[in-house]
């Protein structure tokens, strides 16, 4: 496809299970960003990665989260031991590169986590 | 660090009416400026977006100015359909591309 897509786009996780979230960029794009939306709330930044390097993950809540890009493509989010306060729906984007024109982020449409 | 303020919603207009939502932004350096919209059940859109102070973006009826000297970036719209209705957020992007969000404005407009 043409856009980026995520994977599930729904998961149920009981408190204390290890949950993992894909991303597939639009191919070709070098920058890739993971973000958290709690329910009415703007996204958050979680993490940044530039092809395989993960440059920026300042905003990873705790050390349960998780994220790799081993080929610099397809990107992984995973979170162990899962709380009730991880519940948001986690979204990635992509844009093309860090050159001025480039910097547009497309998103996907996000994987809801609902951890009871 | 960066931050967005947008007006808090919900906004409710008759179909036809003008719309404004204001936004306004801390940054260091010359971030680009974007808004995003989401409308029900659906993922972050980009609506429009401007790189450089004075510049407009433009999209579907929807304008928004870079203005630099009130760091602002309010949306309008000069007449809103009921396809309207969504939740837009303001948004600018830090020199290595990090996207900081304002907390969205819901849009309903009414028939």
């Known amino acids: 496809g043409a856009g980026v897509s995520q994977s599930p786009r729904y998961k149920v996780a009981k408190r204390g299970q290890d949950v993992a979230l894909r991303c597939d960029p639009i191919s070709g794009h070098v920058s890739l960003f993971w973000y958290q939306q709690a329910l009415g709330q703007g996204p958050e930044f979680l993490t940044y990665f530039q092809n395989e390097a993960q440059l920026d993950k300042s905003g990873l809540p705790s050390d349960r989260f998780f994220a790799e890009r081993p080929e610099g493509s397809v990107s992984t989010l995973k979170i162990q031991r899962t709380q009730q306060e991880d519940s948001a729906v986690y979204l990635c984007a992509s844009s093309l590169g860090v050159l001025a024109g480039q910097e547009t982020q497309y998103f996907g449409p996000g994987t809801r986590l609902l951890v009871l | 660090g960066d931050s967005v303020t947008q007006m808090e919603g919900p906004v409710t207009l008759s179909e036809e009416a003008f719309l404004t939502i204001n936004c306004t932004y801390t940054?260091?350096?010359?971030?680009?400026l974007f808004w995003y919209v989401q409308y029900p059940g659906e993922g972050l859109q980009l609506l429009l977006k401007a790189t450089k102070a004075d510049d407009k973006g433009s999209n579907k009826g929807f304008e928004a100015t870079y203005r630099k000297e009130t760091t602002s970036f309010h949306l309008e719209k000069g007449s809103v359909q009921v396809s309207d209705s969504a939740v837009y957020f303001c948004a600018l992007s830090s020199p290595y591309q990090k996207v900081t969000f304002g907390t969205g404005t819901k849009l309903q407009v009414i028939p």
């Open positions: 940054a260091t350096g010359y971030p680009s």
